[in-house]
């Protein structure tokens, strides 16, 4: 039978679940397409290794979906994610504590090429050449910053400040207690602010 | 309680003045307050800086590399779903089993009692069907009672007193029907929410 033409972009994630449950495997793609930038970032800052972050971010999909009829539609769809997600680099993280800036490359890598490929990419904004150079030189420092952090602190201050995630959320994300999340925060900020104090206003 | 203006910030205020919350009694506290002064500033800058962050791209083709590995859900009926849930654990199994067993074990025991005491079984489901019967009488005749006794019943019964005025009546309480079933369909229809990273 033929699936009905709903545009899915319209829907909410509660809604693109029932539809994926129902086999309709283009709602599966919309989940993937929807979260695979804001997956990956977190993973890639977490782990700092691009290679590795895809294969997390990979595992994290693949983990989600299969598992998409014991989701409970009374939680958030991305809270659920992120917390898979976070959940595989932590244990990454503690099997293999790699804890090594690798802005440059992964450790791992042993050939230019696989030094370049694994490299921490820093995005531009679309501004001129000089602009695109001072934001990578910026959003460079600051990634080393937020690599200098413990990586608990690091899940917590990317999920609060670059996801936008509440306090609460965050809690439950990361099984921790809410006064515990707090701490961590502000433990970040004020190693962030402490890492970054040679940088000028923008 | 009321703070004081001499207090420096608390974590828990910082909080507050970044998510753009900020009381009279902290900004004016803040404005002669060096510390707090700069504290807050740096607060600031690093909450922008990390809120500038660009998001980072897998490798194309991600999604299909994702898709190849997703077992995609055939959808079941609903007794292939609760046999499937029935099935899925060692503790829904053994509980399924006991459901099964207790249900079956009354059935057998029902059905040795009933062929060894037949005239019981005849003689109580006589007095249920007496019973049955008398209970739908007395509420026939208590809707019939309450209805007769209603104000508008008169006008009512003079409604359908002709073949026309009937076949208006009926024709518009058809009408009022269809428009119903049609008001509840559109309120049934799914909404077009807003999604979170829709725009990503």
């Known amino acids: 039978m033929a699936e009905p033409a709903v545009a899915l972009n319209t829907l909410t994630d509660q809604e693109i679940v029932l539809l994926a449950r129902g086999g309709q495997e283009r709602a599966y793609r919309e989940l993937v397409r929807r979260y695979e930038r804001p997956i990956f970032s977190l993973l890639y800052r977490m782990v700092r290794d691009r290679e590795l972050a895809e294969d997390l971010s990979q595992d994290t999909f693949v983990k989600a979906l299969n598992a998409i009829e014991s989701y409970k539609p009374e939680y958030k769809f991305s809270s659920w994610l992120f917390k898979i997600a976070n959940n595989a680099a932590i244990d990454h993280l503690r099997r293999r504590e790699l804890d090594t800036l690798s802005l440059e490359g992964s450790p791992h890598a042993v050939t230019p090429d696989a030094m370049e490929a694994t490299a921490l990419q820093i995005g531009d904004r679309g501004e001129n050449a000089l602009d695109i150079v001072e934001a990578k030189e910026l959003g460079g420092e600051i990634e080393r910053a937020i690599a200098q952090l413990r990586p608990e602190y690091r899940a917590c201050i990317l999920l609060r400040h670059v996801d936008g995630r509440a306090y609460e959320e965050i809690a439950e994300m990361l099984d921790l207690p809410l006064g515990t999340v707090k701490t961590y925060i502000h433990r970040a900020r004020n190693e962030l602010r402490r890492l970054l104090a040679h940088l000028k206003e923008p | ?200």
């Open chain 2, 1 to 200: 309680m009321e703070r004081s203006v001499l207090q420096h910030l608390t974590a828990d205020e910082i909080d507050l003045v970044l998510e753009g919350n900020y009381p009279e009694t902290m900004r004016t506290h803040v404005n002669g307050c060096p510390d707090c002064s700069s504290l807050l500033r740096g607060e600031r800058l690093v909450v922008q800086w990390l809120a500038a962050l660009p998001l980072h791209v897998p490798a194309a083709g991600f999604e299909d590399r994702v898709m190849a590995r997703v077992q995609v859900v055939t959808p079941r009926s609903a007794l292939a779903t609760l046999r499937h849930r029935a099935l899925a654990t060692p503790t829904s199994r053994a509980l399924a089993a006991g459901a099964l067993v207790s249900v079956l074990g009354s059935l057998a025991a029902s059905v040795i009692w009933s062929l060894g005491h037949p005239e019981v079984l005849a003689s109580l489901g006589m007095t249920a069907l007496r019973s049955v019967a008398e209970l739908g009488w007395v509420v026939v005749h208590g809707l019939a009672t309450t209805l007769v006794e209603q104000p508008w019943y008169g006008s009512a019964r003079a409604l359908a007193d002709s073949p026309a005025r009937l076949a208006i009546v009926t024709g518009g309480l058809l009408t009022a029907w269809a428009a119903g079933m049609l008001l509840l369909r559109r309120l049934i229809a799914i909404p077009a929410g807003s999604v979170a990273h829709e725009r990503i």
